[in-house]
């Protein structure tokens, strides 16, 4: 639907944010702040160690420094500003501010998919071709998957973002959630959203229909391939450099596919918000706890940092 000429176009958005949580916002809002801050921490730890330390110059570390990139890219795009909009209970965006976080959070957040879909390739051919495993996982090729990565995830997006862009807005101007989300803003467009809406689907359901055929096809053989090895010591060594890829695998692909694969318009508002705030927000808190948890390397590594820093300081 075309807009009216005698109609106002609307270029800026008010965010309404947790309304509904007036009575616990404080509360709310210092549970963000300690989450973020931790966030930010331990990502960066994770990117300083992977990139100063020698033994943890593998494939599987190069990955998860760059998933550390991408999630402190994704959570720094929204945590911030949903603070703000928590503590003054809802603010106004402009239309381009709106869409620059629209793209980053996406960008963002399809590079993550992207780079956790290599990571099970990784783990692929170092328990089920162990012999291959220098050779195909070598530098180079390693470097040409994250940036295929980060290409394709801002790519992607920004022929969205372009798409975007040139709707029509024309109230009402209410964002009922805490960020610029595709749907809560293409639903209040008055443009017609049909080659926008079918841009989206190409794009979206391959990619998503890819990434999960993948990845539970490589941890299907992945389970065969520890399966038939001989020692438990053997197959709980297998299990363990796997079993925190999977755990981050479940916890992003499960919150993103429960907000957006669900029937429109029966997934309740909060309940919505509670599973956006999963992949924005706790996803990237609990990608470095998973990972240090369960890598001896990086615990090592952590310690021998640690013993270090206290001798100096004594």
């Not at 997006?157 to 798409?163: G, S």
Request: with cysteine; hydrophobic share 45%.
């Amino acid at each position: 639907m075309l807009p009216r000429q005698n109609q106002s176009m609307a270029n800026e958005f008010f965010i309404m944010g947790f309304q509904s949580l007036h009575s616990t916002r404080m509360l709310l809002f210092t549970s963000l702040l300690v989450i973020y801050m931790v966030t930010i921490a331990g990502n960066l730890l994770i990117i300083m160690l992977v990139s100063s330390t020698h033994h943890l110059y593998s494939p599987m570390y190069f990955f998860l420094s760059q998933l550390s990139l991408s999630d402190i890219a994704l959570t720094t795009t929204i945590t911030p500003s949903t603070l703000n909009i928590i503590l003054k209970e809802g603010v106004t965006v402009s239309l381009a501010a709106c869409i620059i976080q629209l793209y980053t959070f996406s960008a963002s957040l399809i590079t993550e998919c992207l780079l956790l879909t290599v990571m099970s390739y990784d783990r692929y051919v170092a328990i089920c071709k162990p012999m291959h495993y220098s050779n195909t996982m070598n530098f180079s090729f390693c470097l040409q998957l994250a940036t295929l990565c980060w290409a394709l995830g801002f790519a992607l997006t920004f022929i969205v973002a372009m798409l975007i862009s040139n709707l029509y807005f024309c109230g009402p101007s209410v964002i009922n959630h805490f960020f610029c989300d595709y749907a809560p803003l293409v639903q209040l467009s008055c443009s017609d959203t049909y080659i926008l809406e079918t841009v989206v689907l190409i794009i979206a359901t391959p990619e998503t229909i890819i990434e999960t055929v993948f990845i539970l096809s490589t941890y299907a053989y992945i389970g065969l391939a520890i399966r038939r090895i001989s020692s438990t010591t053997g197959r709980q060594k297998a299990f363990s450099t796997c079993s925190s890829h999977l755990a981050v695998v479940c916890i992003c692909f499960g919150s993103i596919i429960a907000t957006y694969v669900s029937p429109s318009g029966k997934q309740p508002l909060d309940m919505n918000k509670i599973l956006s705030l999963l992949y924005t927000v706790v996803t990237p808190l609990l990608n470095p706890v998973i990972y240090s948890l369960k890598s001896q390397e990086i615990r090592t590594t952590i310690s021998k940092r640690m013993y270090r820093l206290r001798h100096i300081l004594n």
